[in-house]
């Protein structure tokens, strides 16, 4: 398993300009989530709750900035109601969503959201970009950012369980 697309998003950040990251800490993005920490020319911002990442960054975008906001899935459902500002004003929305509940989960509360991400979120009017391996995650961010900067949509990039690799608290 390639364990550096983590490298490749955040080469694409900074590509993209990116001055904003809002994450809620997550193990499946922990070394994306260093790396913006440690960059100076990103603002990062560790977030109580999911939601609040929505409306960080429509203020960036008011403001002039692009950011990117990193959950996982069983943060997804904690922004349906939000997702209403960026659909009614027309700013974009780049969500990367680490997925649990799929291959080789271990905690059933994980399973039931895991399996509804991606629908939720595209009923919700975001589109949806899927990496099933590592070597689609970075075409994957690239198309999507782009899609949602260029065009004033949401989108959000779903990275696999078997991309990141899956939890074990019984170790």
Not at 81 to 94: A, G, V
Not at 109 to 122: D, F, N, P
Not at 164 to 170: C, S
Request: net charge negative; hydrophobic share 40%; charged share 20%.
């Amino acid at each position: 398993m390639s364990t550096n697309w983590p490298e490749q998003i955040f080469s694409e950040f900074k590509a993209l300009g990116v001055k904003q990251v809002a994450y809620v800490p997550d193990a499946g993005h922990a070394k994306l989530i260093r790396m913006c920490d440690e960059d100076p020319e990103i603002h990062s911002v560790s977030l109580t709750t999911e939601e609040e990442g929505i409306a960080q960054l429509g203020g960036a975008w008011i403001g002039g900035q692009r950011g990117v906001l990193l959950i996982q899935s069983s943060g997804v459902g904690n922004c349906i109601n939000m997702l209403s500002l960026q659909h009614e004003t027309r700013m974009p929305l780049f969500m990367i969503v680490t997925m649990r509940g799929e291959w080789g989960e271990f905690n059933p509360w994980q399973v039931a959201m895991g399996k509804s991400t991606q629908a939720v979120l595209e009923d919700s009017g975001v589109h949806v970009y899927r990496a099933d391996s590592p070597e689609e995650v970075h075409p994957n961010i690239a198309a999507g950012a782009r899609f949602a900067y260029q065009t004033g949509r949401m989108v959000a990039v779903l990275i696999a369980q078997r991309v990141i690799g899956t939890k074990n608290f019984n170790k």
